[in-house]
């Protein structure tokens, strides 16, 4: 009896065994959970700290050592160039895209910023492209040529979550359009002219501190601007926080 019951246990279990052979075609396995990969967060703030120049669409972008949205002394790219001289940032965001190899991500407001108004950008990136992580911010004073002000390339590499930095930018000059500061050649609401506009009639054609605008109040006669366009540095306050 005892000799039965052993052998009715051994074919039970060699016949559960085949049950479970890997091997059945009729088999149905779960495939393994995969985890989505680590992400970091920055939220990406502006204000306007000018008395009346409107600031374009914020372009933010999230990059290496390697990528730069411009130097001073060197000409402009052609998407700075429309960014400058018309507020639209696509074809900047288009050339950082591009560039793959150093550019994670981009990102842009969703509306012109008026003086003393505000808008919030946010990044997500890997965690595994935090060690060379730098972030960029640009956008144009849309009551002038050309004028535009950007933080360029700060290091948030280092940066734990609740870490926060702040930044004041200065403007900068395109070096892309005489700074006429008449309507036409003007986009913002101070003037309501063409913006931008592939040609370079700046003889210059290189980008540099901005000297200011002029306008009719001192003197500039041609000029559509008034003495509330004028603005002193600094122009905008950036502030970056790691939230993720």
């Not at 700074?179 to 986009?187: G, L, M, R, S």
């Not at 009639?201 to 008034?226: K, Y």
């Amino acid at each position: 009896m005892k000799n039965t019951i052993r052998l009715l246990t051994t074919i039970t279990l060699a016949m559960a065994l085949q049950a479970c052979d890997s091997s059945d075609p009729n088999l149905v396995t779960a495939p393994p959970i995969q985890q989505p990969p680590a992400t970091a967060r920055f939220d990406v703030t502006a204000v306007n700290l000018t008395n009346a120049q409107p600031l374009s669409p914020i372009t933010v972008i999230a990059h290496t050592d390697m990528y730069s949205l411009f130097a001073v002394g060197v000409a402009a790219t052609a998407g700075l160039e429309e960014m400058a001289e018309g507020g639209d940032n696509s074809a900047l965001i288009a050339e950082a895209i591009a560039d793959a190899t150093n550019v994670f991500t981009t990102g842009s407001g969703a509306g012109a910023i008026g003086p003393a108004g505000t808008e919030t950008v946010s990044l997500i990136v890997l965690e595994s492209e935090l060690a060379s992580l730098q972030v960029s911010v640009a956008t144009m004073l849309v009551n002038t040529n050309d004028a535009f002000t950007a933080l360029n390339g700060f290091d948030v590499s280092s940066m734990a979550i609740g870490d926060s930095v702040t930044f004041n930018t200065i403007a900068y000059d395109a070096g892309t359009e005489d700074d006429t500061e008449a309507a036409a050649d003007v986009p913002g609401p101070a003037g309501g002219g063409e913006g931008f506009n592939a040609a370079r009639s700046d003889a210059a054609d290189r980008v540099s501190m901005h000297g200011g605008v002029v306008t009719q109040d001192d003197g500039f006669a041609t000029s559509d601007l008034t003495e509330q366009h004028r603005f002193d540095n600094p122009v905008m306050r950036i502030r970056i926080e790691r939230t993720l």
